[in-house]
């Protein structure tokens, strides 16, 4: 089968290239993105080779506008000359728009319900519509889908994200100190649509490296600017990662990680490392994961540090068998689009 296959963001690339692996042999696959730091850092550092195509429209509605409409005039030919039998996404406006007309069936995933203009533009075109199980139908179906349409699948996304093989990669060249405990911490995405909150990221910073000198604080941006201010800012006092690092590398070296409860923050947990959430945007995954104990949820600084000195003096394997357990249950969502694929 023929599939062309769209990922727009960090998540979607990781997983992508596991549905590549997995379908290598059986499909020939068309792989687009556009022009992100993220996404094309990634890329490079896990030698995958997407068609770019566009690029992102940034924070301002307008450009993410032009960049949208843009991007689907541009894949519109490629596309055509490619002649997918089928189309998979994350929910892609483009991806889903271009597939509706050239009428071609067009898969997608879905975990985040709460991407409103994401959905909007790509949920009612979907042939198939995939979401985890802790999502209810009713979530995406609000969006104009037959609820026929949607599967669900017993399984968190980022399980399939660490079953890719993780990318070598020297901490020390970093600046973090070995023989050191090291906390982590990963910024929120302040220019998605969906972002009405915000979270001081560099309160949090300052607490952390105050609370637990003797440790590596490591900060992991997302945006140029956003990095070099927080180098300019707290470089003094945590390490702030210049570049992109895959992310499975990055969490293996870490004893706490403090995420926005996104993707980052589930892979966190399913590789079995002490997680918090500071829930920079609330989301139906991060309160599945909260309510299940698998990691706690603290929003401000004084808060985030107590939950991380209580956290760290827990032993690491009780949050490592944790996680095995989580993942024996789990299906693999791979199958699933396997089998949805062949009754479209």
């Known amino acids: 089968m023929r599939v062309w296959l769209d990922a727009l963001t ?16 059986a499909h020939t696959f068309l792989f687009t993105s556009r022009r992100y730091r993220e996404v094309e850092e ?45 189309s998979v996404s994350f929910c892609s406006p483009e991806a889903a728009r271009v597939s509706f007309g050239l009428t071609v069936p067009h898969i997608a995933f879905c975990n985040s319900p709460h991407a409103e203009a994401a959905c909007r533009l790509s949920i009612p075109l979907c ?12 979530a995406v179906s609000v969006y104009g889908l037959d609820p026929s349409r949607i599967t669900q699948y017993g399984a968190l996304d980022e399980a399939a994200i660490i079953k890719n093989p993780p990318v070598p990669w020297d901490p020390q060249a970093a ?3 070995p023989g050191r405990p090291t906390i982590l911490l990963r910024t929120y995405e302040t220019q998605a649509s969906y972002v009405h909150r915000a979270t001081d990221i ?11 000198p003797r440790h590596n604080i490591v900060v992991s941006g997302r945006y140029p600017h956003q990095i070099r201010d927080l180098r300019n800012s ?37 590789r079995g490392i002490r997680t918090i959430s500071y829930q920079a945007v609330p989301t139906l995954g ?9 990691m706690r949820r603290a929003r401000t600084p004084s808060d985030i540090v107590g939950e991380a000195e209580h956290l760290l003096g827990i032993d690491a394997t009780v949050f490592q068998k944790r996680a095995a ?15 949805q694929m062949a009754g479209v």
């Open 175 to 177: 600046g973090i100190r």
């Open 286 to 294: 991060e309160s599945y994961l909260v309510d299940q104990g698998a």
């Open 42 to 86: 990634l890329a490079r550092i896990r030698d995958l080779k997407p068609v770019y195509v566009g690029k992102f429209g940034g924070g301002e509605l307008a450009s993410k506008l032009d960049a949208s409409l843009e991007r689907a005039a541009l894949l519109s030919g490629i596309v055509q000359e490619f002649g997918p039998d089928i």
């Open 10 to 25: 960090p998540k979607q690339l990781l997983f992508s290239e596991y549905i590549m692996r997995r379908g290598a042999g």
């Open 325 to 339: 357990r989580m993942l024996a249950k789990m299906e693999d969502p791979y199958d699933i689009l396997e089998e």
């Open 202 to 212: 560099g309160a949090i910073i300052s607490a952390l490296a105050e609370h637990f």
């Open 234 to 270: 707290h470089n003094t006092r945590c390490v702030v990662l210049e570049g992109t690092v895959d992310g499975g590398a990055l969490l293996g070296r870490c004893d706490l990680f403090v995420g926005s409860g996104g993707t980052m923050t589930t892979e966190a947990v399913l």
């Open 127 to 138: 042939a198939r519509l995939l979401i985890p199980r802790h999502i209810p139908r009713s």
